[in-house]
């Protein structure tokens, strides 16, 4: 009986310290829960809300950003592909049937293999099947209102003419519940804002190089907290030598908690 | 009076046809089932007006509301499933796996004539056969919890798989006679031919059972990566895609090779059990031997464990760049510094065992200098796999260490760092094996000293390609490139295993005794490492249940089937933690009583007899 009291104490124990590691040990990083419909009305909305669609999907519903960042170069980076596209169209590896810069930016996402950017084909194909899912089914599922909004956003990104239509039809987006108009719980870490806002797609900090903005990995050894809060919440009162205005979001001030802010403040300053 | 030999040649012969026709028939039996899968391309108007039929052609995947999701006396569903289906799981495996091993003891105590082996195969499925019904019964359980409580996901998946659902309920008829003649027939069919239809049938038993699981994991690798069906998500009626969809072959290979190391880790446990219960030194040495068995089956499994696990990742990267990055560097990532642990646990479990089981013999002083550097490395490797690239820091801390990413650790956080980390691991627990087999003996033959050169430059050569692998890839390389080394890293390790061992088998051939080894010399906390790889085991495949399915998030079939229960939502690592716990500690206990209705049905009680009676 000894022998078996002390079998079981000795699991008990393994298994005590497992779930205490797991419980203690361990971030415990509330994920966000899932998506809810919400319904939009296409009828009232101006382009420029349109456009503003567009890039929500593009940053959350269509996870766009997990793939086309600078980080990791798994796709091509998208800010000039309504540009390019024109060239595209007419280059022979070109397998789709779009005649325009929207049919092309549409097509690349109901049918990417139709023209796969070199170096980003899937392994082993030789660039002639794309990674990419179709993003009007799968586990993304845009509707077609929804991508066009997207083609919208990519064509102003590129600073180009938004040619596409606002579709009369109603959509259904799918947002997190703290834009329903719940406030969402609050971010723990400085490096849960990094992530969520995708700083380092522009900024080189951490393991991310993103180029479009300042490095950002020993930022805290020549500005201080003012000048850093200022640049989070208003990016474009003073650029940094050799960088582009009006790339950075100036709506950080709406979407963080002041808590959040001093923290990321905080963080950035310590990065010497 | 024996068999003639001509008679008995014969028999052979005849066993061997048979044997052959079986993997034939077993190993054509999937694709059998293709043709006779296809009529499933039954359309709506054939089967009559069935609700929910899209466009009037095929079902489609039914979408329910969250009211839609039955409500039962407060029981949290999302939780009972979760228990009952990982329940059955951990008791599936190991009733999966101990017959492989059991078939290939069996068949080494054939061939070298040692009755031995044969007593502890027999041993081993005796332990598994009670652990066979609990089995069963809880997959009833599963099915009626999942029918009571997921209808709809229920209702379509038994319509795309009700084809393969059939013949598993036949095979599981298949399986069960064959379990039953392969061990109550056990002490009948021995000697000679006899024992040639005991293996068939071990045979047959395997093959049934490990096609049972092939057929089940087609059904939860069809609801994370489903095939077969049209653009709308309707199943299209092809029943063989849908089977044959995308992860289902990385998954099969993964559970094969873990229910093997799995299986071995239980018995060990019980092994260890019966050893530290025995009172006579035959019956120590006899529970030490086995114990000592269970635990190269679970090692010679765990080796390529993390392999299987490499080419799974890699495949839901392949079918999913949004899957991967979730699994692997979204909100599970840190899951995987909780699976560093596990296994560095099992590692470190099983090759504090070898070390201790060296003691069984006097000839293996000569090796005890190295086992501290072994150690030194192993939990080294350990220490790698288990560091975070992200660091949890309060602002005070951050501004101390000025940034998230510690200087020098940090890069040891990322992929690189910790695929040469359980590659080196894994080389120096087969040193340790190496070792282990070196104990009592002293090889012979006239080129010991360029065999053991051969195997010195074989390991440094090894581990200095695995090093600069992982180091070039990691750090020189742009993040796309960065898990790169992984195939070539787990080349060298595995050309290293191969090439050691064939070494070590010939050099050590008819190699000379230096010191008897002494079955049964082990101290007794050399047991409690056996029972901490079987706990350590049972909860990391809990774990790994646990993201398996997480990784679907709020999907019950991926971009197909949404989960829209109030538990669709992805819950924190410790509430995880906390129902795989749960579960451990229900699985244990009715493994020990199993283990319990093992021992009473030897134990024969005399009744005592009055005065009067006698």
Redesign the interface.
């Known amino acids: 009986m000894r022998?078996?009291l002390n079998?079981?104490v000795?699991?008990?124990l393994?298994?005590?310290f497992?779930?205490g590691?797991?419980?203690?040990g361990?971030?415990?990083?509330?994920?966000a829960?899932?998506?809810v419909a919400e319904k939009l009305d296409l009828g009232a909305m101006t382009m420029e809300e349109f456009i503003a669609l567009g890039e929500r999907i593009y940053n959350g519903k269509g996870?766009c950003t997990?793939?086309h960042t600078a980080?990791?170069?798994?796709a091509p980076l998208l800010d000039g592909a309504a540009i390019v596209a024109a060239e595209r169209l007419a280059e022979e590896t070109y397998k789709g049937e779009a005649s325009d810069v929207a049919g092309y930016l549409y097509e690349s996402m109901t049918n990417p293999s139709a023209y796969v950017v070199a170096g980003f084909g899937?392994?082993g194909s030789n660039d002639t099947v794309s990674?990419m899912?179709n993003m009007l089914?799968?586990?993304?599922?845009l509707s077609e209102a929804e991508l066009t909004a997207v083609v919208a956003y990519l064509q102003d990104l590129g600073g180009t003419e938004v040619t596409v239509e606002i579709p009369a039809e109603a959509v259904e987006e799918e947002e997190e519940p703290e834009a329903s108009g719940e406030p969402r719980p609050a971010f723990a870490?400085?490096?849960e804002i990094i992530a969520e806002f995708t700083c380092g797609a522009c900024h080189k900090i951490?393991?991310d190089?993103g180029e479009v903005g300042p490095d950002l990995?020993t930022i805290g050894a020549h500005r201080d907290r003012d000048y850093l809060r200022r640049s989070i919440l208003l990016p474009n009162a003073e650029i940094a030598e050799g960088f582009e205005a009006e790339l950075m979001p100036d709506d950080y001030g709406e979407q963080l908690y002041a808590g959040e802010l001093e923290?990321l403040v905080?963080?950035l300053?310590?990065?010497? | 009076m024996g068999i003639p030999q001509a008679t008995r040649k014969g028999h052979r012969a005849a066993a061997l046809v048979l044997l052959v026709l079986i993997f034939a028939l077993f190993g054509a039996g999937l694709s059998w089932l293709q043709p006779t899968l296809a009529f499933a391309q039954e359309t709506a108007q054939e089967a009559g007006d069935v609700q929910g039929v899209a466009e009037g052609v095929y079902l489609a995947a039914p979408q329910p509301t969250e009211t839609d999701y039955p409500q039962i006396a407060g029981v949290n569903s999302r939780v009972v499933v979760w228990l009952v289906a990982q329940l059955h799981l951990w008791f599936a495996a190991f009733i999966l796996a101990v017959p492989i091993f059991v078939l290939i003891i069996e068949g080494v105590g054939m061939a070298t004539g040692d009755e031995r082996y044969d007593k502890m195969a027999y041993e081993f499925i005796k332990v598994s056969i009670t652990a066979y019904s609990l089995t069963a019964i809880l997959g009833g359980l599963l099915i009626i919890t999942l029918f009571v409580f997921y209808p709809h996901l229920m209702q379509f998946l038994s319509n795309i798989f009700k084809e393969s659902m059939f013949y598993y309920a036949l095979l599981f008829f298949v399986e069960s006679a064959c379990l039953y003649v392969y061990y109550y027939g056990w002490h009948w069919l021995q000697g000679g031919f006899r024992k040639w239809v005991h293996l068939t049938v071990g045979l047959l038993l395997n093959a049934a059972g490990t096609t049972l699981m092939f057929l089940a994991n087609a059904w939860i690798t069809f609801m994370m990566s489903p095939a077969g069906l049209d653009?709308s998500?309707g199943f299209s009626g092809d029943a063989w895609a849908a089977m044959h969809n995308f992860l289902w072959n990385p998954i099969n290979l993964h559970r094969v090779i873990a229910n093997v190391a799995y299986g071995g880790s239980i018995v060990g446990a019980y092994a260890a059990?019966k050893f530290?219960?025995a009172s006579s030194a035959q019956d120590k040495a006899h529970y030490d031997w086995m114990g000592y068995t269970a635990n190269l089956i679970a090692i010679s499994a765990l080796l390529p464990l993390p392999f299987a696990g490499y080419y799974l990742a890699a495949e839901i990267y392949?079918y999913?760049?949004?899957?991967g990055?979730t699994l692997m560097g979204g909100?599970f990532a840190?899951l995987f510094?909780?699976q560093a642990?596990?296994i560095g646990t099992l590692f470190l479990s099983a090759n504090y065992y070898l070390w201790c089981g060296m003691g069984r013999s006097e000839g293996a002083v000569r090796y005890n200098k190295y086992v501290k550097y072994l150690a030194i490395v192993i939990i080294g490797a350990f220490l790698v796999w288990f560091t975070p690239?992200?660091l949890?820091?309060t602002?005070q801390e951050?501004?101390a260490?000025?940034?998230?990413?510690h200087k020098y650790l940090g890069p040891l956080g990322?992929m690189p760092a910790k695929n040469t980390a359980v590659n080196i691991m894994i080389l120096f627990t087969t040193l340790s094996f190496i070792l282990y087999r070196r104990a009592n003996k002293v090889a012979v033959v006239p080129w010991v000293k360029a065999g053991n050169a051969a195997q010195v430059a074989l390991f440094s050569a090894g581990i200095v390609n695995i090093l600069i692998l992982g180091i070039y890839h990691g750090y020189f390389t742009?993040?796309?490139y960065k898990v790169a080394a992984s195939i070539p890293q787990v080349a060298t390790t595995l050309i290293i295993i191969v090439a050691s061992t064939i070494i070590d088998r010939f050099m050590y051939r008819g190699a000379r005794d230096v010191a008897p080894l002494r079955w049964g010399r082990i101290p007794d906390r050399a047991q409690?490492a056996l029972?901490?790889l079987a706990?350590?085991f049972t909860?990391l495949m809990g774990l790994m249940g646990y993201i398996r399915s997480g990784i679907r998030?709020?999907?019950h079939i991926?971009?197909v089937m949404r989960?829209n229960s109030p538990d669709?939502?992805?819950?924190?690592?410790?509430y995880?933690?906390?129902v795989?716990?749960v579960g451990?500690?229900l699985f244990?206990a009715m493994v020990?009583f199993v283990f319990w209705l093992s021992h009473v049905s030897t134990v024969k009680t005399v009744p005592v007899l009055r005065e009067s009676e006698a």
Request: neutral net charge.
């Open positions: 022998i078996f079998v079981v000795f699991s008990l393994i298994i005590g497992f779930a590691y797991s419980r203690f361990i971030p415990q990083i509330e994920p829960p899932p998506p996870t997990l793939c980080v990791g170069g798994r899937k392994a990674p899912p089914s799968g586990s993304i599922g870490a400085p490096e951490g393991e190089e990995t923290m905080d963080y300053v310590a990065l010497k | 653009a998500g059990y530290l219960s392949a999913s760049q949004q899957m990055i909100i840190w510094i909780i642990v596990l690239h992200t949890v820091l602002n951050l501004k260490l000025g940034g998230p990413y990322i742009n993040t796309v409690y029972f901490l706990v350590a909860w998030q709020h999907w991926v971009g989960d669709a939502y992805t819950p924190t690592l410790g995880a933690a906390n795989v716990s451990t500690i244990m020990i």
